[in-house]
């Protein structure tokens, strides 16, 4: 394989990687770590403990 390919693989990878994040992860921007951690707890997924 040479490098030409190697690159498009990647890139290829990167922009699913990027529709993956921008469809599925959470926006957290908007509030404090207390509301995000509960709302992301309602939704059945698990968030670190902040202690």
Not at 12 to 35: D, Q, Y
């Amino acid at each position: 394989m040479g490098q030409g390919a190697t690159f498009w693989i990647f890139g290829g990878i990167s922009a699913l990687t990027f529709v993956f994040v921008m469809k599925r992860v959470p926006k957290t921007e908007t509030g404090t770590i207390e509301e995000i951690s509960d709302d992301l707890q309602k939704q059945g997924r698990t968030a670190a403990a902040a202690t």
